[in-house]
C-alpha cells in the first residue's frame, strides 16, 4: 500500500459500530492506494507497477502488502496526487451517488449540506458545480472561518454559511436569489440537520449519510405534513452490494 486515510468509518469499525464488520483478526482501514508489485498467471488486466485502489470497504489497507483477486481492484491514473488517488473510493462515490439518485437535479437547481468542509462536502461542491448546481454549504463557526469559505469558494461553492448564520432571519434573502433546495445532504445530525429541513423545498429530500453529532435527526410534526419532505439514508458499502462492479 502507497498510502491510506483515516476516515471516521474507520474508527467506528474498529470501535464495533459499524454496519460492517470484517471477521477478526482484522485489519482496518477501507480505503487507500497500493502499486502492484507481482500478479499470478491468471491474471490479464493488471500488472507491476500500476496504481489500484479497491472495490469494496472491509479488506483492510492499513498495512505495507496485501494479496487480492484481480476482480477485489480498479487501477487508477498514476498521474494524480498521491492523496487523491488513496481517498477516490469513499468520499467522491459517496457524493455522487447521493447527487445522482435521491432527486433528479437539472442545471440551476441547488442543495444545501452541512459537514461541507469534510472530504464528501468538498468533493459534493466539485462535483456540483460540474453538473451546474447551485450549493448552500454549512460549515461550524471556527477563528478561521474566512480562510475556510475562500478554501471552499475554490472548489466552486456558491455560499457557505456558519450553522450560526443559517439559523439568523436575515439570511432568507439568500434563498431569494435561489430556488429552494431539493436535496439535503446531512452528515451530522441534531439541530445542524433540523435547520437543513427547515429550508428544504416542499417535496425535497434529506439524506443522511452520518452522524457526527451522535444526536438523533428530528423532524417536525408540520414539515413531514405540510412540506412533505422526505428523509432517507445513504451508505455506501450498501450500495455496493446491490450494484454489479461496473456500475
Same mark, same amino acid.
Given at each position: 500500500?502507497?498510502?491510506?486515510?483515516? *476516515?471516521?468509518?474507520?474508527?467506528?469499525?474498529?470501535?464495533?459500530? +459499524?454496519? /460492517?464488520?470484517?471477521?477478526l483478526p482484522a485489519v482496518g482501514g477501507?480505503?487507500?492506494v497500493g502499486q502492484v508489485v507481482a500478479?499470478? *498467471?491468471?491474471?490479464?488486466?493488471?500488472?507491476?507497477?500500476?496504481?489500484? &485502489? !479497491?472495490?469494496?470497504?472491509?479488506?483492510? %489497507? @492499513?498495512?505495507?502488502?496485501?494479496?487480492?483477486?484481480?476482480?477485489?481492484?480498479?487501477?487508477?491514473?498514476?498521474?494524480?496526487?498521491?492523496?487523491?488517488?488513496?481517498?477516490?473510493?469513499?468520499?467522491?462515490?459517496?457524493? +455522487?451517488?447521493?447527487?445522482?439518485?435521491?432527486?433528479?437535479?437539472?442545471?440551476?437547481?441547488?442543495?444545501?449540506?452541512?459537514?461541507?468542509?469534510?472530504g464528501v462536502g468538498q468533493a459534493v &461542491?466539485? &462535483?456540483?458545480?460540474? !453538473?451546474?448546481?447551485? $450549493? &448552500?454549504?454549512?460549515?461550524?463557526?471556527?477563528?478561521?472561518?474566512?480562510? /475556510?469559505?475562500?478554501?471552499?469558494?475554490?472548489?466552486?461553492?456558491? +455560499?457557505?454559511? %456558519?450553522?450560526?448564520?443559517?439559523?439568523?432571519?436575515?439570511?432568507?434573502?439568500?434563498?431569494?436569489?435561489?430556488?429552494?433546495?431539493?436535496?439535503?445532504? *446531512?452528515?451530522?445530525?441534531?439541530?445542524?440537520? $433540523?435547520?437543513? /429541513?427547515?429550508? !428544504?423545498?416542499?417535496?425535497?429530500?434529506?439524506?443522511? +449519510?452520518?452522524?457526527?453529532?451522535?444526536?438523533?435527526?428530528?423532524?417536525?410534526?408540520? /414539515?413531514?405534513?405540510?412540506?412533505?419532505?422526505?428523509?432517507?439514508?445513504? @451508505?455506501?458499502?450498501? @450500495?455496493? *452490494?446491490?450494484?454489479?462492479?461496473?456500475?
Amino acid at each position: 500500500m502507497l498510502a491510506a486515510p483515516v *476516515n471516521p468509518a474507520d474508527i467506528n469499525m474498529i470501535q464495533g459500530n +459499524y454496519g /460492517l464488520l470484517p471477521k477478526l483478526p482484522a485489519v482496518g482501514g477501507n480505503e487507500g492506494v497500493g502499486q502492484v508489485v507481482a500478479v499470478g *498467471n491468471s491474471v490479464s488486466g493488471l500488472k507491476p507497477g500500476d496504481w489500484v &485502489i !479497491l472495490t469494496s470497504a472491509g479488506l483492510g %489497507t @492499513w498495512r505495507t502488502e496485501a494479496v487480492f483477486s484481480e476482480e477485489a481492484l480498479i487501477q487508477v491514473p498514476k498521474d494524480i496526487p498521491l492523496q487523491s488517488a488513496a481517498t477516490l473510493s469513499v468520499n467522491p462515490c459517496t457524493a +455522487y451517488r447521493m447527487l445522482m439518485d435521491f432527486e433528479q437535479l437539472q442545471p440551476g437547481d441547488s442543495v444545501i449540506q452541512n459537514a461541507s468542509n469534510s472530504g464528501v462536502g468538498q468533493a459534493v &461542491i466539485q &462535483i456540483a458545480s460540474a !453538473l451546474r448546481l447551485k $450549493t &448552500i454549504n454549512v460549515v461550524r463557526d471556527r477563528p478561521d472561518i474566512q480562510k /475556510l469559505r475562500n478554501k471552499l469558494k475554490d472548489l466552486g461553492a456558491d +455560499y457557505v454559511l %456558519t450553522e450560526e448564520e443559517l439559523r439568523m432571519p436575515e439570511t432568507k434573502a439568500i434563498f431569494k436569489d435561489l430556488p429552494l433546495p431539493r436535496l439535503a445532504l *446531512n452528515c451530522v445530525g441534531g439541530k445542524s440537520s $433540523t435547520e437543513l /429541513l427547515r429550508h !428544504l423545498a416542499p417535496g425535497g429530500t434529506m439524506v443522511t +449519510y452520518g452522524g457526527m453529532a451522535k444526536q438523533p435527526v428530528t423532524a417536525s410534526v408540520s /414539515l413531514l405534513i405540510f412540506k412533505d419532505v422526505k428523509l432517507r439514508g445513504f @451508505w455506501l458499502s450498501q @450500495w455496493k *452490494n446491490n450494484h454489479s462492479p461496473g456500475e
